[in-house]
């Protein structure tokens, strides 16, 4: 099972600049697919970036040009810089991992982390 463990989230005044990873441990063979996803209040969660094993990652329309995902295979850990922050960037942000065991296929997330975004 793996468990992803995020850090980084924060207040941060619109327009700022703002840092989160999560790292992934426990018992896995491999990890694929890790990403980031955020639900809002009264809103359903949604993808905001992923990124595959080999590097290709996948933006959400609304953080394309600027947020960047980024991953370090050797640190199992995913990482988001999140730049031009809008107050509509505000959520709670989910690292998400997708691993293979040996035998199966699962999921897993982290507990979330706060990010507001205000003056």
């Known amino acids: 099972q793996v468990q992803l463990v995020e850090s980084g989230g924060g207040l941060v005044q619109p327009g700022g600049s703002l840092g989160l990873s999560c790292a992934a441990s426990?018992?896995?063979?491999?990890?694929?697919?890790m990403g980031w996803y955020r639900q809002a209040p009264g809103n359903q969660r949604e993808l905001v970036a992923r990124i595959t094993k080999g590097g290709t990652p996948n933006y959400a329309d609304s953080v394309k040009d600027r947020f960047t995902i980024s991953r370090d295979n050797a640190k199992n850990t995913v990482y988001l810089q999140m730049n031009s922050l809008k107050p509509e960037d505000t959520a709670v942000y989910y690292c998400?991992?997708?691993?293979?065991?040996?035998?199966?296929?699962?999921?897993?997330w982290g507990q979330g982390t706060q990010v507001t975004v205000s003056s």
């Open positions: 998400y991992a997708s691993y293979y065991s040996g035998a199966s296929y699962y999921d897993s």
């Open positions: 426990g018992r896995f063979f491999s990890i694929n697919t």
